[in-house]
């Protein structure tokens, strides 16, 4: 177990990404806004829920990861990275994938359900551009990002 560690919490996350610029883009759509499109149906708030809720997980889950590249590049210095610690990092890399498919889905979701609504879903054509949803990985991871920093900040 090399890569247990106290998980960073939201205003840590935040603090960070404001340094890294992201108080200086907005995602797509103002997630205020896409709930505002939601509300009224229970459905569709269902599925906007659990889409920030994976937002929020998979913010948390990045920026662990960055924590845990840190300790595997000081364990690579010290001569100190073992099998053991590439097998449980596998581990974590194929979990992380699946998280990153479920947000992936949860956003799906919310626009397909928008749709049938006859509700404005246009903000994910903005989103994967003229991609395949499922080559627009980073473009999703992108937006979940933005979500995430656009609710949860203090510099709003």
């Known amino acids: 177990m090399y890569f247990h560690h106290k998980p960073l919490d939201t205003e840590e996350i935040t603090e960070n990404m404001e340094k ?27 599925c906007y829920e659990s889409m920030i809720s994976y937002c929020y997980r998979y913010a948390h889950d990045v920026f662990n990861m960055l924590y845990e590249q840190k300790i595997i590049e000081e364990m690579r210095e010290k001569g100190e990275d073992t099998k053991e610690a590439y097998e449980e990092m596998v581990v974590i890399d194929a979990n992380r994938h699946l ?21 404005d879903n246009s903000w994910l054509r903005e989103i994967i551009g003229n ?26």
Not at 26 to 43: A, F, R, W
Not at 131 to 148: D, S
């Open 131 to 156: 991609k395949q949803w499922e080559y627009a990985r980073a473009e999703y991871a992108t937006f979940a990002l933005l979500t995430f920093y656009k609710l949860y900040s203090r510099v709003k």
């Open 20 to 46: 890294n610029g992201y108080a200086l883009e907005n995602p797509v759509i103002d997630p205020n806004e896409l709930k505002s499109l939601c509300e009224g149906d229970t459905i569709l708030m269902q």
């Open 99 to 119: 998280l990153h498919n479920a947000l992936m889905d949860s956003i799906n979701l919310v626009s397909r359900e928008l749709a049938k609504k006859n509700k």
